[in-house]
């Protein structure tokens, strides 16, 4: 693996979906910054799967790379091989961060038997969001990276725990924040508003929260009524996606479509809106969410927050994080003008910290100090061939029943060697193949959102 010590500081992102496409690039740009004169060069690579971003979500998006392309694993593996970067981003989903470490401790491990530089690059990796479900299964996934990075001081307590509870290494751990928050702090507008600066309240919605139609029915009928019950205000329902493209997590059943059978249809005043979640919070004044990570940057920024209670308070939703914050909130209590108030420790813990301290006493622009740290301190281990292996904690001595599967999924072998038949990073695409791999891709889709439902409601009957 060849030796990379120029200037500026070189950065590859891989990535899985836009959301952590975004998580990626911007956590990058927070942890690297100043340690080179130079700043940065990002490179941005997407991993091709049924979440590929397309080139609208990627504009909407808004963070850019001075290279971005789509690559499999294999083929992402070999270019870290031929072009070493210096730190390395992984934005993906647990298994798929499982394999990419193991691909990189085999390239890293060939270079030092074939005598080429020992030196390889800081991998850091981590959250785009919110972590409420399979947080043992998705944390010893990520195990082995340089830094796995925990979004408050809640959560770094948390995946320590984990680690030193089976026995692994926890020094990987290291507390930041979500990256995307900021934008203005919100300034309650005198009533009555003016007609062209209404009283904005925005419905995010999430791709597979809730999962049934029966429930994602009842929160678009009660949005409905909220709107014909305030007349004088503007109410939003702000979409991930459009049909046919994904996000992080699967849509089975879009608003957009459930909206053409909704009795009565859509009042006048609500909307259906797309765009960067910071540019609609511009003009927010009440957030309503079921367990969306805009709920965090819209606390941040102190708009008035709240988190549905109407389907429960249930693992299942995710909206079980936000116990304790003072913003659980029902349909009922705000068609009633109710406005949470959010516990101001709870903010701390999150680190959502606007306009004040947040864990630690520590503000949001210093969540990072730690983080750009430790990346300085293992750039310069990794300049001295200092650096020790990836050593993950799933190995096939501690997990060869679950281990393998995982790794064949990326097409690459127990060792991280590449299974016969892997896609080739040689040459790129030809037409053809990329026709078939947008048709599959395409009827992936359509059956998850069209297919999958109908077999379900069948399989109910």
């Known amino acids: 693996m060849p030796a990379s010590n120029r200037n500026p500081l070189r950065v590859a992102v891989l990535a899985d979906s836009d959301t ?7 956590t990058a740009d927070r942890i690297v910054t100043g340690n080179r004169t130079d700043g940065h060069r990002l490179s941005g690579f997407l991993l091709r799967g049924r979440a590929t971003p397309t080139p609208r979500q990627l504009e909407e998006v808004g963070v850019r790379a001075d290279s971005l392309r789509e690559v499999t694993a294999v083929e992402f593996l070999s270019e870290m091989e ?7 981003v992984l934005a993906l989903v647990g298994g798929a961060v499982q394999a990419m470490l193991h691909g990189l401790a085999r390239v890293t491990a060939d270079a030092r038997l074939t005598g080429a530089s020992a030196k390889r690059p800081v991998v850091v990796t981590g959250y785009v969001g919110v972590v409420y479900e399979k947080l043992a299964d998705g944390l010893l996934l990520r195990h082995g990276a340089d830094i796995v990075l925990a979004n408050s001081r809640q959560d770094a ?9 089976v026995g ?18 919100y300034v309650k507008k005198n009533q009555p508003r003016a007609e062209n600066d209404p009283y904005t309240v925005v419905f995010a919605a999430q791709p597979s929260v809730p999962e049934t139609a029966a429930h994602r029915t009842y929160l678009l009928r009660r949005l409905a009524e909220h709107a014909r019950l305030h007349p004088d205000r503007e109410v939003l329902l702000k979409l991930r996606s459009k049909p046919g493209e994904h996000t992080t997590h699967i849509e089975e059943l879009p608003y957009q479509k459930l909206t053409q059978r909704l009795d009565g249809g859509l009042p006048d005043n609500l909307r259906l809106v ?3 979640m910071g540019e609609v919070l511009d003009r927010t004044d009440l957030l309503v969410t079921v367990s969306s990570t805009a709920a965090l940057e819209s606390l941040h920024r102190r708009i008035p927050t709240a988190i549905l209670t109407d389907l429960g308070v249930r693992e299942a939703l995710g909206n079980h994080h936000f116990t304790g914050s003072g913003c659980l909130a029902s349909f009922d209590q705000l068609d009633a003008g109710h406005l949470p108030e959010p516990d101001e420790r709870w ?11 947040s864990s630690g006493g520590r503000t949001y622009e210093q969540a990072f100090d730690t983080a750009r740290q430790r990346v300085g301190d293992l750039l ?58 947008r048709a599959a891709r395409g009827a992936y889709r359509h059956g998850v959102q069209r297919v999958a439902p109908v077999i379900r409601r069948m399989g109910e009957l």
């Not at 031929?82 to 390395?88: A, G, H, L």
């Not at 307590?157 to 509870?165: D, I, L, M, N, S």
């Open 20 to 26: 952590r496409w975004k998580w990626g690039a911007l």
């Open 82 to 88: 031929r072009d070493t970067p210096d730190v390395i």
């Open 157 to 165: 307590e948390r995946f320590r725990a984990v680690y030193e509870g």
């Open 168 to 185: 692994a290494d926890a020094s990987s751990v290291t507390e930041a924040a979500l990256p995307f928050l900021g934008g203005a702090p």
């Open 274 to 276: 797309y765009g960067h």
């Open 347 to 357: 903010l701390s813990r999150q680190g959502v910290a606007a306009g004040g301290a």
């Open 380 to 437: 310069a281990e990794a300049a001295d061939g200092r650096l020790a292996p990836i050593a993950p904690y799933y190995s096939l001595t501690t997990a060869r029943g679950y281990l393998p599967g995982i790794l064949a999924r990326h097409h690459l072998g127990p060792d991280g060697t590449p299974l016969p038949g892997a896609p080739s990073a040689e040459r790129d695409p030809g037409p053809v193949r990329q026709i078939v791999r």
